[in-house]
């Protein structure tokens, strides 16, 4: 697909988030799961919640831009994906996974925060004030976890990994 015109430049950033939001969905379930600290695990299971609403919002943009919800392969989301994944396969221990599963989740949500911030310009631009609105709901939304994450990767205790 050539890209020329500002619908199409909308049209493909919202088909990338769309397939970004999806990838996050099943990649939330495993960073939940793969820890033992409530605390995370309610994090991820929380925003896991919210993914979830943040596609029906973004099927509704759809509707309202006049498309089927359709999805562009979303290289960025699949990278730090892939990088989560390869970093799992080296075993570490729990402590250092659960420090670099808020941190891979952090780099997620400024991803997210990204396409977002880039996305409702264009839906003004296109004199799409429902769509820009449902997305700056969805802006809202990960700011709100990527400010959580922070908190917890911030508050997370070091003691248990050696520093060399």
Request: a negative charge.
């Amino acid at each position: 697909m050539t890209v020329e015109t500002i619908q199409e430049l909308f049209e493909h950033g919202l088909e990338d988030i769309y397939h970004a939001e999806h990838e996050l969905l099943d990649a939330l379930e495993d960073l939940e799961q793969n820890t033992d600290r409530e605390e995370i695990s309610s994090a991820f299971a929380e925003h896991r919640e919210e993914t979830e609403e943040q596609i029906d919002r973004l099927e509704d943009v759809f509707e309202i831009f006049g498309e089927p919800p359709e999805k562009e392969e979303c290289e960025g989301i699949k990278g730090l994906i892939q990088e989560y994944e390869e970093f799992t396969a080296e075993d570490p221990s729990q402590e250092v996974l659960d420090y670099h599963s808020m941190a891979a989740a952090e780099k997620t949500e400024h991803y997210e925060i990204a396409a977002y911030g880039n996305l409702i310009p264009l839906a003004d631009q296109l004199g799409m004030d429902e769509a820009a609105d449902l997305l700056e709901e969805n802006l809202r939304e990960e700011q709100e976890a990527l400010d959580e994450l922070t908190e917890l990767t911030e508050s997370f205790e070091m003691d248990a990994i050696p520093a060399e």
